[in-house]
């Protein structure tokens, strides 16, 4: 069978760098949401802006798998440091992507009963690998996510006291999620912005992390990473 790598990410930026790379170029616009169908990384994509939180995340990765027939999905954003393992505009690969709002115990009722959920192993050694032939610094590590920015020290303990992240942001999980429900396998790509406190949105503003210089590194990535799937 044919891969088609369904490719995602939160916001308009993140998406740009990516579409250009993009060869045999197609638009459609489906439930709010514009696929670039097309051709990176030697791979068939699909490419979207799914838009920011865990709605808007598993609404598109749904499409991607069921209108698109997307194989694989990989998810590439930016993400609030919580452990410290890595610094600003490295990259925490997800190995274990987990919800720290909601309900996980409830959600895992229903198919495919996780409370937390896995990239696949050759989908993470891919992107590990991609981001080292880029020059970026790159490591497996936990994600949270929930429907939040994390912007001050209480809410990040709060975090951390309830799953110990490495890094927190607002769609990983969803994905992840909903990947699973479609038997399809994911990977999710962060790359730090913020050290998810009062600082952060000085950080993000002040350009301490420059979101359109990573958005170019996370395109040279994103193909990359299709090269090696
Ligand atoms: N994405 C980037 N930084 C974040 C933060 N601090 N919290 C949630 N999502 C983020």
């Known amino acids: 069978m044919e891969k088609i790598i369904g490719l995602m990410g939160a916001m308009p930026d993140e998406i740009a760098p990516i579409a250009?790379?993009?060869?045999?170029?197609?638009e459609e616009k489906i439930g709010g949401v514009t696929f670039t169908t097309g051709v990176i990384g030697g791979k068939r994509a699909v490419l979207c802006c799914a838009g920011m939180g865990k709605a808007q995340a598993a609404a598109a990765v749904q499409l991607l798998a069921t209108h698109f027939g997307a194989t694989h999905i990989v998810f590439s954003g930016i993400a609030g440091n919580v452990s410290g393992r890595v610094?600003?505009?490295?990259?925490?690969?997800?190995?274990?992507?987990?919800?720290?709002d909601g309900e996980p115990?409830?959600?895992?009722?229903?198919?495919?009963?996780?409370?937390?959920?896995?990239?696949?192993?050759?989908?993470?050694?891919?992107a590990l690998d991609a981001c080292r032939a880029c020059g970026v610094t790159a490591v497996r590590g936990k994600i949270a996510t929930g429907d939040c920015f994390v912007g001050d020290r209480?809410?990040?303990?709060?975090?951390?006291?309830?799953?110990?992240?490495?890094?927190?942001e607002m769609e990983g999980a969803a994905v992840a999620h909903i990947a699973a429900k479609n038997d399809l396998p994911c990977v999710i790509l962060r790359a730090i912005s913020d050290n998810a406190d009062e600082a952060?949105?000085?950080?993000?503003?002040?350009?301490?992390?420059?979101?359109?210089?990573?958005?170019?590194?996370?395109?040279?990535?994103?193909?990359?990473?299709?090269?090696?799937i």
């Open 154 to 168: 209480a809410t990040k303990a709060a975090i951390v006291a309830k799953c110990a992240p490495d890094c927190v």
């Open 87 to 100: 610094g600003v505009g490295d990259v925490i690969v997800g190995g274990e992507v987990v919800y720290h």
């Open 20 to 26: 250009a790379r993009m060869a045999q170029r197609a």
């Open 200 to 228: 952060g949105f000085e950080k993000l503003v002040v350009k301490q992390f420059d979101v359109a210089d990573y958005c170019e590194t996370a395109a040279r990535v994103s193909a990359a990473l299709l090269e090696r």
């Open 105 to 126: 115990r409830m959600f895992a009722e229903t198919y495919p009963h996780l409370q937390s959920f896995h990239c696949d192993e050759g989908m993470i050694a891919a």
